[in-house]
């Protein structure tokens, strides 16, 4: 797989197995996917979110779960150390009320990347938290009750402060909040958001990643090539991840970001 001077297309920077309780395979079932697909380098990014978030079931990992992880993960970078370099990191779901507990948490581990997300939203007259990445139909009608806009107005600034905030390496999926919303736009003041938050992750030495899962919902990854246009004139670095969550997905649709992403940097 042909590599481009933006991103390393050896390199699968987001995966999650069933430790996430919502994906399937186990660790070592994607290391031999990802070997089998001849890359070099990948890292489980599995979830954290903060104590407290309101749903109706768990997609993310607790404290002795993540000591389990690194247990296992461990075991297999010493087994597979001559074939792929494994790395064990974290998505952290930020929240503006408990970010001072993600923090603790997150520095009690050494992490080999740390993904910043945003995935729960919490809503007064909801029932539970917003997911905002769900395509379930409850969260979809949930997102619609309470308004798009509205919703990408606090996406975007959540983003912001949580760039802001923790010790991220990577911004995980800009824009993939509310991508089963049918007919979403973003209105000029979310582009100056994204604008923001570009300019954040670029003040803090962070990468962007493009995500490409969103080629299988939308046809174009996450963020998409607008924002990433945005990113490369910034000079932010660019990261690939599949956000497999199956082992067959592991480095899935790489082969379409050279055609992508060549175009981009000539443009820049």
Not at 7 to 27: E, N, P, Q, Y
Not at 46 to 70: K, P, R, S
Not at 122 to 137: C, G, I, M, T, W
Request: glycine share 6%; hydrophobic share 40%.
């Amino acid at each position: 797989m042909p590599n481009t001077p933006l991103i390393d297309l050896s390199f699968d920077g987001h995966m999650h197995t069933r430790w996430c309780h919502h994906a399937t395979g186990t660790m070592e079932e994607y290391v031999l996917s990802a070997i089998d697909k001849g890359l070099s380098h990948i890292v489980f990014l599995e979830h954290m979110e903060a104590t407290g978030v309101n749903y109706f079931e768990t997609t993310w990992l607790t404290d002795q779960d993540f000591d389990d992880y690194f247990a296992e993960g461990q075991k297999l970078q010493d087994k597979y150390s001559n074939q792929l370099s494994i790395g064990l990191g974290v998505e952290v779901g930020y929240s503006v009320t408990q970010h001072q507990e993600l923090q603790d948490r997150l520095s009690r581990r050494c992490w080999d990347q740390i993904g910043i997300s945003y995935h729960f939203m919490p809503v007064p007259d909801q029932a539970f938290d917003l997911n905002l990445v769900s395509r379930q139909e409850r969260n979809v009608r949930a997102i619609a009750e309470t308004g798009c806009e509205k919703v990408l107005d606090n996406y975007f600034n959540t983003l912001i402060e949580a760039v802001s905030i923790l010790p991220g390496t990577v911004l995980c999926h800009l824009d993939a909040a509310l991508r089963f919303q049918p007919e979403l736009q973003f209105t000029q003041g979310h582009w100056q958001q994204i604008e923001e938050l570009l300019d954040t992750v670029k003040a803090k030495n962070m990468a962007l990643e493009i995500n490409t899962s969103g080629f299988a919902i939308r046809g174009t990854p996450f963020p998409a090539p607008a924002i990433i246009q945005m990113a490369i004139t910034r000079g932010i670095p660019l990261v690939a991840g599949s956000d497999a969550h199956r082992p067959e997905d592991v480095g899935r649709y790489f082969h379409r970001l050279p055609e992508l992403l060549e175009p981009l940097s000539i443009v820049n």
